[in-house]
Antibody, heavy 122, light 105 residues
Framework: QVQLQESGPRLVKPSQTLSLTCTVSGGSISSGDYYWSWIRQPPGKGLEWIGY???????YYNPSLRSRLTISADTSNNQFSLHLSSVTAADTAVYYC??????????????WGQGTLVTVSS | DIQMTQSPSSLSASVGDRVTITCRAS??????LNWYQQKPGKAPKLLIY???TLQSGVPSRFSGGGSGTDFTLTISSLLPEDFATYFC????????FGPGTKVDI
């Protein structure tokens, strides 16, 4: 059973870069069967897709975040990472990593990490 | 961008009730629609994908329907563990989520 676990600083100062890592166990991110994604949820609000990476390194980002966002993968450690620059209080959220499964042509988020709350504050 | 809406935003129900939640897309998305359940402090859990296919391990009291722009999630007989927030999500054009429907007692 695949498991995902987020890690990284819980508090980030405004204007700095938010960096999180997702460690995957029970499956390889190098498998071409899946995409690997980040999603966030501000406290008490809905879900926002951030972006994803495919094992060959190709990425696709939410256009609203693209100018500040980098997602990368470390296949040797079976991890992928999120870097969001120039953060503000609006970036305060629970950040989830998730696996994207493709059934036919329909993509879904079939496995999620437990989530980590990142607060942007001085 | 494809916008997703859900109705109602919240509902009160009792154990044993039949509950239906509606999700609408701002343009046709065929069956590129998934449903998730989220409990407080937990990650969302995939319930249904491709509009009507039950994810492995999900009880059969959950069902989904619809295509194009209008979709439904139905819980045939509510159990105590079903009180949660439910989100729809489209994958026709990148990804976007509905605002959620909170089901409480």
């Amino acid at each position: 059973q695949v498991q995902l676990q987020e890690s990284g600083p819980r508090l980030v100062k405004p204007s700095q870069t938010l960096s999180l890592t997702c460690t995957v166990s029970g499956g390889s991110i190098s498998s071409g069967d899946y995409y690997w994604s980040w999603i966030r949820q501000p406290p008490g609000k809905g879900l926002e897709w951030i972006g994803y990476i495919y094992y060959r390194g190709s990425t696709y980002y939410n256009p609203s975040l693209r100018s500040r966002l980098t997602i990368s993968a470390d296949t040797s450690n079976n991890q992928f990472s999120l870097h969001l620059s120039s953060v503000t209080a609006a970036d305060t959220a629970v950040y989830y990593c998730a696996r994207i499964s493709i059934v036919g042509v329909v993509k879904n988020f079939d496995h999620w990490g437990q989530g980590t709350l990142v607060t942007v504050s001085s | 961008d494809i916008q997703m809406t859900q109705s109602p935003s919240s509902l009160s129900a009792s154990v044993g009730d039949r509950v239906t939640i509606t999700c609408r897309a701002s343009q046709s998305i065929s069956i590129y629609l998934n449903w998730y359940q989220q409990k407080p402090g937990k990650a969302p859990k995939l319930l249904i994908y491709a509009a009507s296919t039950l994810q492995s391990g999900v009880p059969s009291r959950f069902s989904g329907g619809g295509s194009g722009t209008d979709f439904t999630l139905t819980i045939s007989s509510l159990l105590p563990e079903d009180f949660a927030t439910y989100f729809c999500q489209q994958s026709y054009s990148t990804f976007s989520f509905g605002p959620g429907t909170k089901v409480d007692i």
